[in-house]
T-cell receptor
Framework: GIQVEQSPPDLILQEGANSTLRCNFSDSVNNLQWFHQNPWGQLINLFYIPSGTKQNGRLSATTVATERYSLLYISSSQTTDSGVYFC??????????????FGQGTILTVHP | GAGVSQTPSNKVTEKGKYVELRCDPI?????LYWYRQSLGQGPEFLIYFQGTGAADDSGLPNDRFFAVRPEGSVSTLKIQRTERGDSAVYLCASSLGGGTRYYNEQFFGPGTRLTVL
């Protein structure tokens, strides 16, 4: 199966700072998604972004499918942004039509 | 509208017992997925249903694990002869469709935390 590598594994910020999280895939993926897992364990959908760039408020994401990576940008971070950020993708080939493969996550802590 | 719901939210059982975990997908979603998340890890795929049938069960760890979706809506994950290593959060997700040609953004439920003593 594909391998998903996220960096950095941990990130500590002061409120108001900007950050970039990266996700690399070992092979071509589609249905690429970014999630935020809050302290209660709920996975919240941030972006569905197989390619291109999307923005939603202070968050934006870019996926370069041909180079097998995706970036998540957080601007003007707030304490409520704290939690674990996951990227996940589905292999573009083969028969794994449903299977999302997740990275290990980036643990973000935003201090006031 | 209602999201994916899972019951129970917490389940504590003893080694060797049988457990059932339930998932109610978003109304109208034909695809349903089960994942398992251990502490400090990302979710790992278990099984995927398209309608009533299991389209991919390659992630089920062994034959103690079984899942059904008899009417194409609610799904039940069944674990026989539970072991301490089965302790994890079991997550359910659903999507509008499931094929390679279709937009199938997955939406997750809150999970069931299973603890095997």
């Amino acid at each position: 199966g594909i391998q998903v590598e996220q960096s950095p594994p941990d990130l500590i910020l002061q409120e108001g700072a900007n950050s970039t999280l990266r996700c690399n895939f070992s092979d071509s993926v589609n249905n690429l998604q970014w999630f935020h897992q809050n302290p209660w364990g709920q996975l919240i959908n941030l972006f569905y972004i197989p390619s291109g760039t999307k923005q939603n408020g202070r968050l934006s994401a870019t996926t370069v499918a041909t180079e097998r990576y995706s970036l998540l940008y957080i601007s003007s971070s707030q304490t409520t942004d704290s939690g674990v950020y996951f990227c996940a993708g589905r292999p573009a080939g083969g028969t794994s039509y449903g299977k999302l493969t997740f990275g290990q996550g980036t643990i973000l802590t935003v201090h006031p | 509208g209602a999201g994916v719901s899972q019951t129970p939210s917490n389940k504590v059982t003893e080694k060797g017992k049988y457990v059932e975990l339930r998932c109610d997908p978003i109304s109208g979603h034909t695809a349903l997925y089960w994942y398992r998340q251990s502490l400090g890890q990302g979710p790992e795929f278990l099984i995927y249903f398209q309608g009533t049938g299991a389209a991919d069960d390659s992630g089920l760890p062994n034959d103690r694990f079984f899942a059904v979706r008899p009417e194409g809506s609610v799904s039940t994950l069944k674990i026989q002869r539970t072991e301490r290593g089965d302790s994890a959060v079991y997550l359910c997700a659903s999507s509008l469709g499931g094929g390679t040609r279709y937009y199938n953004e997955q939406f997750f439920g809150p999970g069931t935390r299973l603890t095997v003593l």
